[in-house]
């Protein structure tokens, strides 16, 4: 079984600000990949989505990639 990514590195919080984290949980169109793709818990799953969505609100990552 794959280890979650987060519990695996110690990052307690997701933050929208690690653009460099979040682009990983991202295909190359700039959607999130799911949960069973990334190998991540549910639980992380969606404070990752929400971190995404903060950070392409505030114009850190692209809504779609070009």
Same mark, same amino acid.
């Given at each position: 079984?794959?280890q979650?990514?987060? =519990?695996? &590195? $110690?990052?307690?919080?997701?933050?929208?600000?690690d653009?460099?984290?979040?682009? @990983?949980?991202? $295909?190359? &169109?700039g959607?999130?990949? $799911?949960?069973?793709?990334?190998?991540?818990? =549910? @639980? $992380?799953?969606? =404070?990752?989505?929400?971190?995404? @969505?903060n950070?392409?609100? *505030?114009? *850190? *990552?692209?809504?779609?990639a @070009?």
């Amino acid at each position: 079984m794959k280890q979650d990514y987060f =519990s695996a &590195n $110690n990052i307690k919080h997701i933050d929208y600000k690690d653009v460099d984290i979040l682009k @990983k949980f991202l $295909n190359p &169109n700039g959607k999130i990949m $799911n949960h069973k793709r990334t190998g991540v818990t =549910s @639980k $992380n799953q969606r =404070s990752l989505a929400l971190a995404v @969505k903060n950070a392409r609100f *505030l114009g *850190l *990552l692209p809504f779609v990639a @070009k």
